[in-house]
C-alpha cells in the first residue's frame, strides 16, 4: 500500500473496538480522530460516544465513515476485468453503441448471473410481439 493508504487505514482502524487497547486509555484514538475530523465533520463526537458504549450502534456520521471504508478496493482487478469487458463489448462491428447501452452490458456481464442460468425464451417471445416482426427479404 502506499504511505497515504497505510496513514488513513491506521486512522480508521480506531473505528474497530476488537483492536482498541485494553485498558482502554482515556484518551486513546483522540490524535487520529481529530485528523478524520478534518474530512468529516462531527467525528470527533460520535467516536467519543461509540467509545463509551461500543455496543451500541454508530452513529450517523462514524456509519457514513464506516460505510466508506468498508467499500474501499483493496485492489484494481475488479476495474481491469471492467476494462476487459468494454474491450469485448465495444468492438468494430459494435461501435455505435451508446454509452448507455454500454454501460448496460458492462453491468450484466459483471454483475449479472451466468448467461446458461438465463432463460430469454420469454423475454424473446415479448421482444417479437412488439412490431419487430420478420421482414421478408
Not at 486509555?25 to 461500543?54: A, H, M, T, W
Not at 460505510?67 to 474501499?72: H, K, S
Request: glycine share 2%.
Amino acid at each position: 500500500m502506499v504511505n497515504k493508504e497505510v496513514s488513513l487505514f491506521n486512522k480508521i482502524k480506531i473505528l474497530i473496538p476488537s483492536v482498541w487497547q485494553r485498558p482502554l486509555p482515556d484518551f486513546y484514538g483522540e490524535d487520529r480522530v481529530r485528523e478524520l475530523n478534518i474530512c468529516f465533520s462531527g467525528v470527533k463526537q460520535e467516536y467519543r460516544d461509540f467509545k463509551e458504549q461500543p455496543e451500541l450502534h454508530v452513529q450517523q456520521i462514524l456509519l457514513k465513515l464506516t460505510n466508506a471504508v468498508d467499500t474501499l478496493a483493496v485492489s484494481n482487478a475488479e476495474c481491469e476485468r471492467g476494462f476487459s469487458e468494454i474491450n469485448d463489448i465495444v468492438t468494430p462491428l459494435r461501435k455505435r453503441l451508446t454509452i448507455e447501452h454500454v454501460s448496460s452490458q458492462i453491468f450484466i456481464s459483471l454483475v449479472g448471473p451466468p448467461l446458461n442460468s438465463w432463460a430469454s425464451t420469454k423475454y424473446v417471445k415479448k421482444w417479437k410481439k412488439r412490431s419487430h416482426k420478420e421482414q421478408a427479404p
